[in-house]
């Protein structure tokens, strides 16, 4: 088991402190802090809930995966692996989870209830070793572990490389002629340590402000068809 150090959270004082730094070691986030202002903190539910929150939220719209969250909450009002194993697959597809969300549920409680995910020793593991423990259960892959570190845990130096906005962002923050690969953008936000993390909250942020957000396609991927 690797161990964390000492490690500050992204809280609300941590959050300010790091758009300082990210201001002082790229001039482009200098820039949009003056021009979107600082981001707010996300958060989630910590354990299986903020876990199966995600899985829930996997390749549908936001407004889908609330509609679908909130009636698995009114079927499974606890929220606990065991409760979960206890509905019936039809139980569960009644409320609108997929076939495949359903077996991802039950994977992920299954680890947990076997003691293969155990939240409290999440707490004392570095983030690669965290990431590898959620990445065990089915439905759970880099991307939904990292996401969970960041908004369940707060950790300040994750990097999500596979999340399409942060890669559309880092282009457009960059003037890039092309969106920046998952290994490209990780080698770009290796400047931005120890506050990887609140630079992609940046990052989404600015994403969310950008004139060509939507199906458009971004001016400078249009100029280089």
């Known amino acids: 088991m690797v161990k ?3 490690r500050p959270v992204l809280d609300d004082a941590n959050l ?3 758009m300082r730094h990210l201001a002082r070691v790229d001039a482009d986030f200098a820039r949009i802090l003056k021009d979107v202002g600082h981001p707010e903190r996300r958060e989630m539910p910590v354990g299986f809930g903020g876990l199966m929150r995600s899985i829930v939220g996997q390749q549908v719209s936001v407004h889908a995966a609330r509609s679908i969250w909130l009636r698995l909450e009114a079927a499974v009002p606890s929220m606990t692996p ?5 509905q019936s ?4 597809r009644a409320v609108g989870l997929s076939g495949a969300k359903v077996r991802y549920g039950r994977s992920l409680a299954t680890d947990i209830v076997e003691g293969r995910i155990d939240f409290d020793a999440l707490h004392d593991l570095d983030d690669a070793a965290a990431i590898k423990m959620l990445t065990q259960a089915k ?3 880099p991307w939904t572990a990292e996401i969970y570190l960041m908004f369940a845990l707060g950790r300040p130096d994750i990097m999500p490389g596979l999340d399409l906005g942060l890669v559309v962002a880092a282009q457009h923050l960059k003037k890039l002629r092309t969106r920046p690969s998952p290994e490209r953008l990780l080698k770009l936000a290796e400047a ?16 969310r402000s950008m004139p060509d957000w939507g199906a458009k396609p971004l001016k400078m991927e249009a100029k280089a068809q």
């Open 82 to 86: 065991a409760d979960f194993l206890a």
């Open 16 to 18: 300010k402190k790091a």
């Open 89 to 92: 697959d039809e139980a569960l």
């Open 139 to 141: 439905g759970i892959g």
């Open 192 to 207: 931005w340590r120890p506050w990887r993390g609140a630079a992609a909250l940046l990052l989404w942020h600015y994403r």
């Open 4 to 6: 964390t150090a000492t």
